[in-house]
């Protein structure tokens, strides 16, 4: 597709349970990140893949989130044991390549996110 | 310490005004320095973006201004138009593994009045 896509926009969940959020990065490109955003603040960087592999996870707040990206293209954010917390727009980019460069190549497409509301 | 520090929080500018939004960062291996508009229910979009050994770069009506010494960098929205309400957040990359990893600022609210 021509952007970033994120499915679902908008999933409400009761504390306790799990869920997935899925995204569809911009054809060919090999660097994917999500990030997560709560109201009225930046993002928050949560891990980085490098085609298949997750090259930096450190962001993720505890072992109940978890990351898969299993044909270096569509990737799926898991979310065991909800909590209130969680709560927040989940937000996925990607970029044709990674690294120090300062090209148009290197920078972040972002999708529309994925609201998550836990209840 | 990763951190960017963004100001002011919110901002009322009249149409044609001039915007400026200021941030700091405390990192020196930060190298590249980016700008986004986020519009409600979008996610941000890259603006515009500088590297460290450039001391300002100009595209259209936005000017990003950057200080080395100062650990400073701004942003000034010329002739601001009220399409251009928004929030406006400043980026920066680190080094090491994380490939192009950003760390955000927390965001200015941006409101430009017809």
């Known amino acids: 597709g021509a952007g970033v896509s994120q499915t679902p926009s908008n999933k409400v969940t009761e504390k306790g349970k799990y869920v997935e959020l899925r995204c569809d990065p911009i054809?060919?490109?090999?660097?994917l990140y999500w990030y997560r955003q709560s109201l009225g603040q930046g993002p928050e960087f949560l891990i980085y893949?490098?085609?298949?592999?997750?090259?930096?996870d450190s962001g993720l707040p505890n072992d109940r989130f978890f990351a898969v990206r299993p044909e270096g293209s569509v990737s799926t954010l898991k979310i065991q044991r909800t909590e209130r917390g969680d709560s927040a727009v989940y937000l996925c980019?990607?970029?044709?390549?990674?690294?120090?460069?300062?090209?148009?190549?290197?920078?972040?497409?972002f999708g529309s996110g994925t609201r998550l509301t836990v209840v | 310490q990763q951190q960017v520090k963004q100001s002011p929080q919110s901002l009322i500018v009249q149409k044609g005004g001039i915007s400026i939004i200021n941030c700091a960062y405390e990192?020196?291996?930060?190298?590249?320095f980016p700008w986004y508009q986020q519009f409600p229910g979008k996610g941000p979009a890259l603006l515009i973006a500088i590297r460290p050994d450039v001391s300002e770069k100009k595209e259209g009506r936005f000017t990003i201004s950057f200080n080395k010494s100062a650990k400073q960098f701004s942003l000034h929205i010329m002739d601001s138009q009220p399409g251009d309400s928004a929030t406006y957040f400043c980026a920066a990359r680190g080094f090491g593994t994380s490939g192009s990893r950003l760390t955000f600022g927390e965001g200015t609210q941006l409101t430009v009045n017809p």
């Open positions: 054809s060919g490109h090999t660097a």
């Open positions: 980019a990607s970029s044709l390549r990674s690294g120090t460069g300062g090209g148009s190549s290197y920078g972040y497409t």
């Open positions: 990192n020196t291996a930060f190298d590249y």
């Open positions: 893949f490098q085609g298949t592999g997750a090259a930096d």
